[in-house]
């Protein structure tokens, strides 16, 4: 989106004005927000410094970058303060050369350090059994295009069950 003032620039600040009950939003990039600030809008602050992985991750690397020196990924020689800056990592190794650096700006950011894909987490019934589901079939299809016939006709089976268990987890649910 671009800013509302200057239309130039992409719009990195969704500013929302309350005045009389009644609020005006505008998505600005940052050099309006500052033109704005300079202004002279009295009363107008922003209501701190906002929480942000970067901001975090500027702290950290701070501090480990006076206790230990200048670190770099053993595999792409990144350096710590590179990853912070750019807010990416150069390679999958970077993770875990700075894991204990990483670890902190992860959780802050996700609320997790490890991948919990794009579907939120459920404990369902119904979504495990569909996911071996879909497994034994893919299975079943390998084990025919190579020709094992025992273990398709026991891919078969287990597919016949989970069918069946699903079909009664649907009904429980109903």
Same mark, same amino acid.
């Given at each position: ?23 005006? #939003? ?144 649907? #009904?429980?649910?109903?």
């Amino acid at each position: 989106m671009l800013c509302q003032k200057c239309h130039k620039n992409l719009a990195t600040v969704r500013y929302a004005e309350v005045v009389d009950g009644k609020v005006t #939003e505008q998505h600005l990039c940052a050099e309006c927000l500052a033109n704005h600030q300079e202004g002279g809008k009295a009363g107008f602050e922003l209501s701190g410094p906002v929480s942000s992985a970067r901001s975090i991750a500027t702290a950290v690397s701070l501090e480990t970058g006076r206790r230990r020196g200048r670190r770099l990924c053993r595999s792409c020689a990144t350096p710590l303060t590179k990853l912070v800056e750019a807010g990416e990592c150069g390679c999958a190794v970077c993770y875990s050369s700075f894991a204990e650096e990483l670890e902190p700006i992860l959780m802050d950011a996700h609320g997790a350090t490890e991948h919990v894909g794009k579907s939120p987490r459920v404990n369902d019934v119904r979504s495990r059994l569909n996911s071996s589901l879909q497994t034994k079939r893919n299975l079943l299809r390998s084990a025919l295009q190579t020709e094992s016939y025992e273990e398709a006709a026991t891919l078969r089976d287990e597919i016949r069950e989970l069918e069946a268990a699903l079909a009664g987890a649907k #009904e429980k649910s109903n």
